[in-house]
Nanobody, 115 residues
Framework: QVQVVESGGGLVQPGGSLRLSCAFS????????MGWFRRSPGKQRDLVAV???????NYADSVKGRFTISSDNNNNTLYLQMNSLKPGDTDVYYC?????????WGRGTQVTVSS
């Protein structure tokens, strides 16, 4: 079992920045993929940024050049740096970790971009 906890969401003005954090338990052993999705009420969960099993990264077109995914494997933490935020980025952001083929999700953190 892997515990996944997101933090760092909040209210920010358009053009502002936020950094989301995702702390996960159990260490990095067996982890092949990890990343961020987002979802608005009543909609499907959409990919934002992920580290893939091949060691690369994959970003949604809508966030390329603005968001950056990174990790601190020594501290079992995943980050999402979000710059130049737009109202359309308002969503609940979820972190996931795939460990030994099983996906573990956090409960999400709300990001609201509004003036």
């Amino acid at each position: 079992q892997v515990q996944v906890v997101e933090s760092g969401g909040g209210l920010v003005q358009p053009g502002g920045s936020l950094r989301l954090s995702c702390a996960f338990s159990g260490g990095i052993a067996g982890v092949t993929d990890m990343g961020w999705f987002r979802r608005s009420p009543g909609k499907q969960r959409d990919l934002v940024a992920v580290f893939t099993a091949g060691g690369g990264t994959n970003y949604a077109d809508s966030v390329k050049g603005r968001f950056t995914i990174s990790s601190d494997n020594n501290n079992n933490t995943l980050y999402l740096q979000m710059n130049s935020l737009k109202p359309g980025d308002t969503d609940v952001y979820y972190c996931y970790v795939r460990r030994y083929g099983l996906d573990y999700w956090g409960r999400g953190t709300q990001v609201t971009v509004s003036s």
